[in-house]
């Protein structure tokens, strides 16, 4: 951010240590100026991004300082806080840390939109548009040699449905991605609903099986696969040099158990342990579904 001091003009640096380092010896030199009297005439504010029209726009495409000659300098998103860059694509519940004269704060709010309340708005055009493309999806039956049948399913339909709109971002004033707010509860809300009804309707038959021989070697079986292919899963991530976070959210998925992703989320808030999990849980789906008619 460009301040003057004193008319002369003086460069406000954020970053890390490295590129400040590589900025100074750009730009000139470092001043001994107290940063507080340099920062007087700036204002810096978290701001929340609830206007959808901002969805998906790259910051270095909203001419900020020609606007309001203001500037973002950090961004936080899913508890993670990061230096904005123009290349940074926004999404709807972003934090973005804003720096500006005063009199121009209140337009950079409002242009950014920064509603509490916007947050919990559920566009529910891009939901039932989403889930009934997801279904059509599901319906569509492929048959096979020997009279034999394909079909996606609704649950599987949905998911590759949703991976596809996720990547899309939007399609004009259509946004398919929800904030993270409503993202977080539709999940939390959704790991209820799945376990509570895989209780229902696995419980009697577990009590019935759970304590005969073949209900043993099951578990059994089971723990070893498990292991087994946790282990691989690890090893394989040490060598690609991935983070204990992405492994532990990769692990959740290639098992397609939300459990282990709740229990991950509740040891790390960081992003990616969804991000291990959303680029497997997908793809071990549909590999499952796709095995089932020829293991029949």
């Known amino acids: 951010m460009l301040a003057l001091l004193n008319d002369q003009p003086i460069l ?23 940063p507080a009297q340099v920062m007087n005439p700036l204002q810096t504010a978290m701001v929340i991004v609830t206007a959808r029209a901002l969805a998906d726009r790259r910051l270095g495409t909203l001419s900020l300082r020609e606007r309001f000659g203001a500037d973002v300098a950090r961004l936080r998103r899913d508890d993670v806080e990061s230096l904005a860059t123009p290349q940074t694509e926004l999404k709807v519940g972003d934090r973005v840390l804003i720096v500006t004269t005063a009199p121009r704060m209140e337009a950079v709010r409002d242009f950014f939109g920064n509603s509490t309340r916007g947050l919990s708005n559920l566009d529910w055009i891009s939901l039932g548009t989403g889930m009934a493309l997801g279904y059509l999806l599901g319906m569509v039956t492929i048959p096979l040699p020997g009279g034999a049948s394909f079909s996606l399913g609704p649950a599987a339909g949905c998911i590759l449905v949703g991976l596809a709109l996720g990547a899309i971002g939007r399609t004009g004033p259509t946004v398919w991605e929800p904030s993270t707010e ?65 492994t532990f959210g990769a692990l959740a998925g290639i098992t397609g158990q939300p459990a282990i992703l709740d229990y991950a989320l509740s040891r790390s808030t960081d992003a990616r342990v969804t991000e291990g999990y959303a680029q497997l849980f997908a793809l071990i789906m549909v590999v499952k579904i796709a095995t089932v008619p020829f293991l029949l």
Do not use: C, H
Request: proline residues 1%.
């Open 12 to 34: 406000v640096l954020d970053g890390t240590e490295k590129n400040i380092d590589e900025a100074v010896q750009a730009f000139g030199r470092r001043t001994d100026a107290d």
């Open 182 to 246: 409503i993202a977080l509860t539709l999940r939390q809300f959704g790991l209820m609903l799945f376990l509570g009804v895989v209780g229902l309707a696995a419980g009697p038959a577990f009590i019935e099986t759970v304590f005969t021989r073949v209900g043993g070697l099951a578990i059994l079986m089971s723990a070893v696969l498990t292991a087994l292919t946790a282990a691989l899963l690890i090893a394989a991530a040490r060598l690609l040099g991935q983070s204990v976070d992405r």
